[in-house]
């Protein structure tokens, strides 16, 4: 195993060496060790790269880089993890800097990774799994780690990838044409990093899915009704941009013939959150018994979503918008009460509805009605109406409506 170890540390330093890095806009503390965790294939391990390329190390050798999928390194159990810092001290004489990938897939390596950190030595660790990550940051490695959750690519990182220049006169020059061609697509298919290579996106995607569902759910959590697990992700992504109660989604299987009980389908749920597939907001106004059971979840990714979805713009549109919120560290809430409200930001005092098209007279009524109801209770304002391609401002008493193309308040132009 020690010889195993010693030839993944050569190969991957040559190899990284010749690698071409897109810089990501993430933003890191040099002298901290970070678990970077997420969804899976949103771009963990590239992001390591990032960090070796980013003149943190002082030269390649000091890499010491191990991805725990590896196939080769299958039968690895917690006992030979200290295999790995002797094959590196036979190879160089020097005090490396660690990038352990997937490490969650080996039992008590939280353990190895503490012993790591006591001894100085700086580390990086990536995982698709938050419970099993955060649980061992918050016990054994408490105040060791920094969490840093790694999304798909931001539609900003997206159009560098695609070697798409953008600026603040963007949205006024022939450039915009591309811009927007790119978003529709983005929109579509999301932004994992590896999916701008296709052409058949959908195809990735679906790969992308069933590695999700059969690895990181179905295997991880040795769930045993995987028809009704499917029914749930297909139910959830029907349901995006509508309040959902445990009961409504429990009666929506129920309608296809399957039964399910309410613990697991509470445990479904919680994996699915913590293999980062979806994520929920609750209702500010609701108590918390409320907040727990009547929920609106979106998916991480617009392309996973987009695998369940027809001729779905509207639902796209919105779960575009709730993955941005959560980009930017934003903890945001719906409003409802006799209106609702799509988006609530109490920490920035933002309102935000999304609509595909507001150019509808009974849609644009409806959402002002909304938004200005929200604004004269919370005493805000300002509110933002988020439209595919429509620009406007909407002045009322209670203040001003923003309406503003997705593509424009994602880049912040």
Do not use: C
């Not at 001290?89 to 008590?108: A, C, G, R, T, W």
Request: charged share 25%.
């Amino acid at each position: 195993m020690k010889e195993l170890f010693k030839k993944i540390i050569i190969n991957r330093q040559d190899w990284l060496k010749s690698l071409q890095i897109i810089k990501r806009d993430i933003s890191i503390e040099n002298q901290a060790n970070y678990a970077f965790t997420g969804l899976r294939r949103a771009g963990k391990s590239y992001f390591l790269y990032q960090i070796i390329q980013g003149n943190l190390i002082a030269d390649y050798e000091q890499v010491l880089m191990i991805n725990f999928e590896d196939e080769r390194l299958m039968e690895l159990t917690s006992n030979d993890l200290h295999l790995i810092l002797e094959a590196y001290s036979e190879l160089y004489d020097k005090k490396p800097v660690l990038f352990l990938d997937e490490i969650q897939n080996i039992p008590m390596w939280h353990k190895f990774v503490r012993r790591l950190t006591d001894d100085g030595l700086r580390v990086y660790i990536t995982g698709s799994n938050a419970d099993m990550l955060s649980h061992e940051i918050a016990t054994t490695l408490g105040g060791r780690f920094i969490n840093q959750e790694i999304l798909p690519l931001s539609f900003s990182e997206y159009l560098r990838f695609k070697n798409i220049e953008v600026s603040k006169k963007s949205k006024y020059s022939e450039g915009r044409f591309l811009i927007k061609k790119a978003f529709e697509e983005y929109l579509q298919f999301g932004g994992f990093p590896e999916l701008i290579q296709f052409d058949r996106k959908r195809d990735f995607l679906s790969s992308v899915y069933q590695k999700l569902f059969y690895g990181d759910l179905i295997a991880r959590y040795n769930v045993t009704n995987s028809t009704v697990l499917k029914l749930l992700v297909k139910k959830i992504a029907e349901s995006v941009n509508n309040e959902t109660s445990v009961n409504r989604i429990k009666n929506l299987i129920k309608s296809t013939g399957v039964t399910i009980g309410n613990n697991t389908l509470f445990d479904y749920l919680n994996y699915l959150e913590l293999s980062f597939m979806i994520g929920s907001i609750s209702n500010f106004h609701s108590k918390f018994s409320e907040k727990e059971t009547n929920k609106k979840y979106y998916f991480l990714d617009n392309g996973i979503l987009g695998l369940f979805l027809f001729d779905q713009d509207t639902k796209l549109l919105e779960n575009l918008v709730y993955i941005e919120l959560r980009r930017k560290g934003l903890k945001s809430y719906f409003l409802k009460r006799k209106t609702e409200v799509d988006f609530y930001v109490p920490d920035e005092e933002l309102l935000i509805q999304v609509s595909y098209s507001i150019n509808d007279k009974e849609t644009a009524k409806r959402e002002i009605k909304a938004l200005s109801s929200a604004m004269k209770e919370l005493n805000i304002a300002e509110g933002y109406i988020i439209t595919y391609d429509e620009e406007s401002e909407i002045i009322i008493s209670e203040g001003t409506i923003h309406v503003i193309p997705a593509w424009q308040w994602i880049l912040g132009i």
